[in-house]
Nanobody, 120 residues
Framework: QVQLVESGGGLVQAGGSLRLSCVASGRIFRVNFMGWYRRAPGEQRELVAGINSEGSTNYADSVKDRFTISRDNAKNTVTLQMNSLKPEDTAVYYC??????????????WGQGTQVTVSS
């Protein structure tokens, strides 16, 4: 079993910054893709940013040049630095990781979600 634990959400004023972190733990053989998704009220879940094991990244157009995703492969952690936050960034943010374990190849696991609220 693999667990993802997120931290770093909260309330911030528009223009401010927040840093989200997520650590994967368990009987992990290899962590492949790691990413951050978000779901705003009444909206579908969307990919915010992703990073593969080689460090290649991709971002939603709405967050390019404001958010930066990074990972530490040795610690199985992924971080999302969010700058110049806007009210429309308000959502529950979820960490996701595609993991190979000894028993289960290539399964995606999800964190519990962390609330990010940006006030205008």
């Amino acid at each position: 079993q693999v667990q993802l634990v997120e931290s770093g959400g909260g309330l911030v004023q528009a223009g401010g910054s927040l840093r989200l972190s997520c650590v994967a733990s368990g009987r992990i053989f290899r962590v492949n893709f790691m990413g951050w998704y978000r779901r705003a009220p009444g909206e579908q879940r969307e990919l915010v940013a992703g990073i593969n094991s080689e460090g290649s990244t991709n971002y939603a157009d709405s967050v390019k040049d404001r958010f930066t995703i990074s990972r530490d492969n040795a610690k199985n952690t992924v971080t999302l630095q969010m700058n110049s936050l806007k009210p429309e960034d308000t959502a529950v943010y979820y960490c996701a990781a595609n993991v190979n374990t000894v028993l289960v190849p290539s399964k995606t696991y999800w964190g519990q979600g962390t609330q990010v609220t940006v006030s205008s």
